[in-house]
């Protein structure tokens, strides 16, 4: 394995030039599922890198379960700097380990109460609560209508502040959340950044990112892009912030100021950038990154297991 076993742990670093420009550049669709395909997939091979790591690590710990072939010189020499690299990565794979799962219990939990507090209203595909606080959000998952795959949560409060046309275009700017079932990239998005944080500033995109998507659909289904920009700066500057924290809320995820200016210009292309391009250049030096992550992890696991099964004792 040599030191390519350490790449995929600095590798994210080259999917740093597109986070900022592709959410300035390229369509907010193709942003984010570019910027979270590219996150998952680094997050991945860096947690396969320490878990390769931690097997080094472990077979050196007295009185480990492991064979005792596992902690040979040979196995040992895969490993630049074994000994240290392999118990830090004990520590480090534990500490992902740990932030992964809190940041999942909490998303579901947090989703689990709010359809409890649901529960007793009709299945609409709006939920209107007479709650004096601002907020508006999307709630993916229970009840479906209309073929959305959730609800769309909004205060009293906050449609008392928006007039019809604004009002339509927060529908349909949490409506197309739950189509494009946001929830699941910026979940994957915040559990990569958990993995490396190297990949935070690609988290940010992917949120902002997001949010665009649904500001340019929203736009797309009222026909008044002024509407939803004025729908989204006047929601921002009455909003406190949503309950739910983990949840798709409107005017709270992402800069708004670039967001109203963002739905005030023209509408982004659609299309992928040419290659010789500020944003293109970057595109394809967060691919190779990539590619060259998941190669060096796959790499280095192969090359791991045939030293490990040439040390494990018949």
């Given at each position: 394995?040599?030191i390519f076993?350490?790449?995929?742990?600095?590798?994210?670093?080259?999917?740093?030039?597109?986070?900022?420009l592709?959410?300035?550049?390229?369509?907010?669709?193709?942003?984010?599922?570019?910027?979270?395909?590219?996150g998952g997939?680094l997050?991945?091979?860096s947690?396969?890198?320490?878990?390769?790591l931690?097997?080094?690590g472990?077979?050196q710990?007295?009185?480990?379960?492991l064979p005792?072939g596992?902690?040979?010189?040979e196995?040992?020499?895969a490993?630049?700097?074994?000994?240290?690299a392999?118990?830090?990565?004990?520590g480090?794979l534990?500490?992902?380990?740990?932030t992964?799962g809190?940041l999942?219990?909490?998303h579901?939990?947090?989703?689990?109460e709010a359809?409890?507090?649901?529960?007793?209203?009709?299945?609409?595909?709006?939920?209107?609560?007479?709650?004096?606080?601002?907020?508006?959000?999307?709630?993916?998952g229970g009840a479906?209508?209309?073929?959305?795959p959730?609800?769309?949560?909004?205060s009293?409060?906050?449609l008392?502040?928006?007039?019809s046309?604004?009002?339509?275009a927060?529908?349909?700017?949490?409506r197309?959340?739950l189509?494009?079932?946001?929830?699941?990239?910026l979940?994957?998005?915040?559990?990569a950044?958990?993995?490396?944080?190297?990949?935070?500033?690609?988290?940010d995109?992917?949120?902002?990112?997001?949010?665009?998507?649904?500001?340019?659909?929203a736009?797309?289904?009222v026909?008044?892009?002024?509407?939803?920009?004025?729908?989204?700066?006047?929601?921002?500057?009455v909003?406190h912030?949503?309950?739910?924290?983990?949840?798709?809320g409107?005017?709270?995820?992402g800069?708004?100021?670039?967001?109203?200016a963002?739905?005030?210009?023209?509408?982004?292309?659609?299309?992928w950038?040419?290659?010789f391009?500020?944003?293109?250049l970057a595109?394809?030096?967060?691919?190779a990154?990539?590619?060259?992550?998941a190669?060096?992890?796959?790499?280095?696991?192969?090359?791991?297991?045939?030293?490990l099964?040439?040390?494990?004792p018949l």
């Open positions: 394995m040599g076993v350490f790449l995929p742990l600095v590798l994210p670093l080259t999917a740093l030039p597109i986070a900022r592709a959410e300035l550049h390229l369509h907010p669709r193709s942003a984010t599922r570019l910027l979270t395909a590219v997939v997050a991945l091979c947690t396969l890198c320490l878990m390769l931690v097997v080094v472990t077979a710990l007295p009185g480990n379960p005792d596992w902690s040979d010189p196995v040992r020499a490993v630049p700097y074994d000994e240290v392999g118990k830090s990565a004990i480090a534990a500490v992902v380990g740990a992964c809190a999942l219990r909490r579901f939990r947090v989703r689990r359809h409890r507090a649901l529960s007793g209203m009709p299945d609409a595909p709006v939920a209107v609560l007479p709650d004096t606080r601002v907020y508006a959000y999307a709630l993916p479906h209508t209309g073929g959305v959730g609800r769309i949560v909004v009293k409060a906050m008392a502040c928006l007039d046309g604004e009002r339509a927060l529908i349909a700017h949490e197309a959340h189509l494009a079932r946001h929830h699941r990239h979940l994957l998005a915040q559990l950044a958990r993995a490396n944080p190297l990949l935070v500033p690609l988290r995109a992917v949120a902002y990112s997001a949010e665009r998507w649904a500001d340019e659909e736009a797309l289904a026909g008044d892009r002024k509407a939803v920009a004025r729908a989204v700066g006047k929601a921002a500057l909003s912030g949503t309950p739910v924290a983990t949840l798709l409107f005017a709270v995820p800069p708004v100021p670039r967001r109203v963002a739905l005030l210009g023209p509408v982004p292309p659609s299309g950038p040419p290659v391009t500020a944003v293109g595109a394809w030096t967060a691919a990154g990539t590619a060259a992550s190669f060096s992890s796959a790499n280095a696991a192969v090359a791991l297991f045939v030293v099964a040439a040390a494990t």
